[in-house]
């Protein structure tokens, strides 16, 4: 299992970013994907994750109305789009692995390196 | 409750048992997932369920839990052990995923 985004960078406050995962190593379609978030010397923080066929997103409070997640399964790829950003959604994003459409209760098990967004003026 | 709390930090001598701990309501109803994180580095899952290793994972960490308090302990911790942790769950309506703060571990 692999999984690489992409995508980050420096953005203003109010723009918009896309952050991208690549995935590789198994059948993308059966498994939850999640974004999952690090401020710089903080937690994590759980983002968003949306289902194998794209059907059922939820998302964390502080990015409701904000972020949407999506993917292309034809691709094994999982975006970010995040618009409105605030200086508070500095951090580096996580594309990880969630649990199979044979288990719901299966844990979040594989991670990327992450990619930093920093939101500053 | 969507909380989960963790002691900020704790120290173990080296070899010697260590217990790290998370609180929260919904512990009550759902497992938690343990993490390791050493700086620079993604997470990495060390116990999930009940009390599971995934593959690579030394069998010195443990899982358990009892009512509302999920732990993770290792038993003979070893240097490279000392990392941050992190517990991780569903909150109690089962639609958010929720982290606990973390726990530094210094091993001494």
């Known amino acids: 299992v692999q999984l690489v985004e992409s995508g980050g960078g420096l953005v203003k406050p109010g723009g918009s970013l896309r952050l991208s995962c690549a995935a590789s190593g198994f059948t993308f379609s059966d498994y939850y994907m999640t974004w999952i978030r690090q401020a710089p010397g903080k937690g994590l923080e759980w983002v968003s994750y949306i289902n194998g066929r794209s059907s059922y997103t939820n998302y964390a409070d502080s990015v409701k109305g904000r972020f949407t997640i999506s993917r292309d399964n034809a691709q094994s790829s999982l975006y970010l789009q995040m618009n409105s950003l605030r200086a508070e959604d500095t951090a580096v994003y996580f594309c990880?692995?969630?649990?199979?459409?044979?288990?719901?209760?299966?844990?979040?098990?594989?991670w990327g390196q992450g990619t930093l967004v920093t939101v500053s003026s | 409750s969507s909380e989960l709390t963790q002691d900020p930090s704790v120290s173990v001598a080296l070899g010697q048992t260590v217990r790290i701990t998370c609180q929260g309501d919904?512990?009550?109803?759902?497992?938690a997932s343990w993490y390791q994180q050493k700086p620079g580095q993604a997470p990495v899952l060390v116990i999930y369920?009940?009390?599971n290793r995934p593959s690579g994972i030394p069998d010195r960490f443990s899982g358990s839990s009892s009512g509302n308090t999920t732990s993770l302990t290792i038993t003979g911790a070893q240097a490279e052990d000392e990392a941050d942790y992190y517990c991780?769950?569903?909150?109690?309506?089962?639609?958010?995923?929720?982290f606990g703060g973390g726990t530094k571990l210094t091993v001494l």
């Open positions: 369920g009940k009390n």
């Open positions: 919904s512990l009550r109803i759902y497992y």
């Open positions: 990880a692995r969630g649990w199979s459409r044979y288990d719901s209760s299966g844990p979040i098990d594989y």
């Open positions: 991780n769950s569903r909150d109690s309506t089962g639609n958010h995923l929720v």
